[in-house]
């Protein structure tokens, strides 16, 4: 029996009368609306009235009837389980009898509706929506097959993975066929439908498309050339998706697609060139493309000067304003992008060949920032990126004409796509560009100077992108030309200018490093100018400039003179900003790197910073006890305040050492320090065991009486899923391990077996890089272990022997290498077995340092000897590759 229902006039009246009001662009009636709304949601069939104006009121204006049916879709994804059954069934038959209104937009409101009631749980509660809806594409009426298709992709797009599941008996067998039917439709808007219900599907290589895929190829053919922009853009989204997921079934026609899209990237119409634009980049990506398959790599090859040339085009279209000067006028707040803070991490000190943790590339196409749209130029400035770091050198036959033709042209717009182009291709041809740097290294040295601020701007970016060659020459030839433009572009007239001239000078600096000494006055003495100068988002770029420079330096920046121009503009904006400020999260990082490189220089200024630190980490938890108590009446704290705290102690610590004494001394920073080892956020812990590590460095007598709490929750954090955080416990852990002595014996059970466990980890290609600095960390932190506590360690020798001799094979002497091999020396006296020792006396004989360790190794070497005897160890030292029999036989006289 159908659920009838009708309005009272009286509450109908009430209801439009709403509506009304809420399009008034008086704010203070659209709160006075939305509260009487709310209250209406107290009565069961208030929704009913909403439908019934949506779908049955024809009489009222579209934008009236729409609202309802908006207001409706936010009362079902709130209140939807508290619907009585006949108002969820009314709504329903409501929406199926009039997905085919006249009016687009009632028609689109009502898809909108039916996709909430869907994604709500709803598809497996109205079995017959999906039949009714594909029955209602065979229409003859226009606007019932618009609507339903027009709910249909919303569908798709929301509920793509329930479509293909056996809980709905798997509906797309039926939906994906139907779909490839209307490709061919006599309406431009109806394909355009169908090709994006398909795409949907592309992606997950769902099993009902897959069946059908030469049939969806062919059809997509079919469109290529399709009268409507819309249709187009889908067509080539399509083929970029089947390029990452059925580059077999495109293979064939390859030649015809590359052709294609260099049409559709000159379309009229920018979106279908963007989507086509895509392609190049995918392609690029694909290892079909890198490896064996000449002939996609062909293709690409021949029609390589046609995309220069369209790039070209694409590279001329700064979409950015043309202002000059524009240092005065004040930042808008939504020109500041929101900045992540990265934890501290001790995994890179560890890496000292120069394998890195990967991190993420900061080196991105630095162009039309203020524009957070993907635009065409961006997108080939991008393509030409992944192109250059395909083809390498190959590439630049295409390339260097159009260079040529753009980077000494008269008109600016050209020179500086030209300039950008060169920046593009920097990563992926620098080899083959090296002949041609030393006459376009000054020319772009000169174009810093261009009157036009967009040329210095994207200049700064290019330059960047080559300063690893630029450091590599002699400093007079390009490096101080280059620092002294840079620092004049510092100081800019234009906001910009002033930006990519800062990001440029940091990456200089990571690359020059203690190259810059000399001329450090002059560097500080810009950087601090242009505090006086920068407003707001600059500000918080130059901080990270100066960071990056006390890194670079280091103890160099500890001179009276340096701190004298340094340390009072820090400071006045340390104390200008509120514990609130998210402007504390760059600025606490600069001051972190400062303190580090000041060391002793710093000491005036810790005592405020060290406090406010320790306030900060207290502040945020106790705000995240109050919002675990009474998460209703108390927000939840924003943790990066007190992550980024704990890293500036950290910083403060380093530089500090013994200095810091008396600050933990007079603070509860330890007790504070036991409750962020167990924050379930893993950044707090990373950041609280770094900072664990620095503090057991410089000042262990505090926290010492702590250790026996502290070890058990290290343990619990030696898990690699989290890589950073068990970098750093382990790392902590060694460090306690030489300050706590023969005392470290209660708790080698807590750890030692999770430490073995890591180190033995198979390396998929995946994880070798982040890996690479993990079992480092493991190795030189069991080695310790064992040299403190050799007789609880040693029984697990032959357990990690060969992998800890291989991670630490490579690596330069240091403090922590040679304590690691003293208690692997220790060990293998304890417990003297017959284990890899062709491993563990190649690694050996590359450690020479120490008078110590050769007598140490003397003593094992000998004893193994005597131990197998003459002819034994003949047969076996045969084995040895001859540079290690050479070393063997210097070093040690075996």
């Given at each position: ?5 009708k309005?009272d ?6 209801i ?155 509906p ?47 059809n ?92 070209r ?20 707040e ?5 900045r992540?803070?990265r934890?501290?991490?001790v ?41 250059a770091n ?22 600016w ?53 080559y ?5 590599s ?71 990270d ?97 007190m ?98 002595g ?21 390396n ?7 890996n ?31 992998p ?46 120490g008078?110590?360790?050769i007598?140490?190794?003397?003593q ?35």
């Open positions: 029996m159908e659920y009838e229902w309005p006039e009286q509450g109908l009246q009430q439009l009368q709403l509506l009304k009001e809420s399009q008034s662009p008086d704010t203070t009636i659209q709160r006075t609306v939305q509260q009487k709304l709310e209250q209406l949601n107290q009565y069961p069939d208030f929704n009913n009235y909403l439908i019934f104006v949506l779908t049955k009121l024809k009489s009222e204006d579209e934008p009236t009837r729409s609202l309802s049916g908006l207001i409706l879709k936010n009362n079902v994804k709130a209140h939807f389980q508290n619907f009585p059954n006949g108002v969820t069934d009314f709504i329903k038959s409501e929406c199926l009898n009039n997905i085919g209104d006249s009016s687009p937009l009632i028609r689109a409101t009502v898809g909108i509706l039916i996709t909430t009631i869907a994604s709500k749980g709803e598809l497996q509660n109205w079995p017959d929506l999906l039949p009714k809806l594909c029955s209602l594409l065979d229409s003859e009426d226009y606007n019932t097959c618009e609507g339903a298709f027009g709910a249909l992709q919303k569908i798709c797009e929301d509920s793509a993975e329930i479509l293909d599941s056996d809980v709905l008996d798997r797309l067998n039926i939906m994906i066929p139907k779909f490839l039917q209307f490709f061919k439709h006599s309406s431009p808007k109806i394909r355009s439908h169908a090709v994006a219900c398909v795409n949907q599907f592309i992606i997950s290589r769902t099993q009902a498309l897959m069946l059908h895929i030469d049939s969806f190829i062919e997509l053919f079919a469109l290529a050339g399709d009268e409507e922009p819309e249709v187009r853009k889908n067509v080539c989204r399509a083929l970029v998706m089947l390029l990452e997921v059925r580059m077999d079934r495109l293979l064939p026609h390859m030649h015809n697609i590359v052709e294609y899209m260099l049409q559709r990237t000159q379309d009229q119409d920018e979106n279908v060139a963007l989507e086509a634009c895509e392609f190049w980049l995918t392609l690029a990506e694909q290892p079909i493309c890198q490896t064996h398959t000449v002939q996609a790599s062909a293709i690409f090859q021949n029609h390589m000067s046609s995309y220069m040339n369209i790039t085009i694409f590279l001329l279209k700064n979409t950015q304003g043309d202002v000059e000067e524009d240092e005065t006028i004040p930042d808008s939504q020109d500041i992008r929101p992540f803070h934890s501290r991490t995994a890179q000190q560890h890496d000292e060949d120069g394998i890195e943790e990967e991190e993420e590339d900061d080196d991105e196409i630095d162009d039309d920032d203020t524009i957070s749209d993907w635009n065409l130029r961006k997108c080939s400035a991008a393509a030409l990126d992944v192109l395909v083809y390498r050198d190959e590439l630049l036959p295409h390339i260097l004409p159009l260079l040529k033709e753009l980077l000494f042209h008269h008109e717009v050209v020179k500086e796509s030209g300039i950008l182009v060169l920046g593009a291709i920097a990563e992926g041809c620098m080899q083959g560009m090296i002949p041609y740097l030393p006459e376009l290294i000054p020319h772009l040295i000169q174009c810093l100077s261009d009157k036009k601020a967009l040329v210095r701007s994207i200049t700064c970016w290019t330059l960047s992108r300063a690893h060659w630029v450091v020459q002699p400093p007079d030839t390009y490096l101080k030309p280059l620092m002294t433009e840079l620092l004049k572009r510092i100081l800019d007239s234009n906001k910009r200018v002033q930006e990519a001239a800062c990001s440029a000078f940091a990456t200089l600096e990571e690359e020059a490093c203690t190259e810059l000494v000399p001329y450090l006055a002059y560097i500080l003495d810009t950087l601090v100018f242009a505090f006086s100068k920068y407003q707001h988002k600059n500000l918080l770029i130059l901080y400039a100066i960071g990056t420079l006390a890194d670079s330096v280091g103890h160099h920046l500890n001179k009276p003179e340096y701190i004298q121009m340094l340390m009072p503009p820090l400071i006045q904006k340390w104390n200008m900003l509120k514990d609130e400020d998210k402007d504390l999260f760059p600025l606490l990082e600069c001051l972190s790197s400062v303190a580090t490189a000041l060391q002793s220089g710093f000491l005036p200024y810790c005592e405020p910073v060290y406090q406010r630190c320790v306030n900060l980490v207290q502040k945020t938890l106790a705000q995240a006890m109050l919002n675990n108590a009474q998460p209703d009446q108390y927000e939840a704290p924003d943790k990066d305040f992550i980024v705290a704990l890293d500036l102690l950290s910083g403060l610590a380093e530089g500090l050492g013994g200095n810091i004494e008396q600050l933990v001394a007079r603070s509860n920073i330890l007790t504070l320090m036991y409750q962020c080892m167990q924050d379930k956020m893993p950044e707090v812990r990373q950041s609280s065991f770094a900072l664990l590590g620095d503090l057991t460095k410089a000042c262990f007598q505090h926290v010492k009486p702590c250790i026996a709490d502290f070890m058990p929750i290290l343990g619990t954090n030696l898990n690699p899923e989290f890589i950073s955080v068990c970098n750093n416990a382990t790392w902590a852990i060694g460090e306690i391990s030489i300050q706590m023969i005392e470290m014996q209660p708790y080698i059970p807590m750890v030692l077996h999770q430490l073995v466990e890591i180190i033995n980890r198979p998929t290609p995946k994880t070798l890089l982040e690479t600095g993990t079992i480092r960390l493991n190795s030189i932190t069991i080695g310790r272990l064992g040299y403190v506590c050799p007789q609880e360690v040693a029984p697990m020798l032959q357990q990690f022997i060969r800890w001799c291989t991670s630490l094979r490579n690596i330069r002497d240091n403090e922590e290498k040679d304590s690691a091999f003293r208690g692997i020396c220790t060990m293998i006296s304890v417990n003297p077995i017959v284990f890899d020792f062709r491993s563990y006396a190649d690694t050996s004989s590359s450690f020479v340092t008078y110590l360790m007598i140490y190794f003397l094992i070497l000998h004893g193994f000897k005597n131990q197998v005897g003459d002819e034994n160890w003949r047969r076996f030292s045969d084995q040895f590759p001859l540079p290690l029999k050479e070393r063997l036989a210097a070093f040690y006289g075996v």
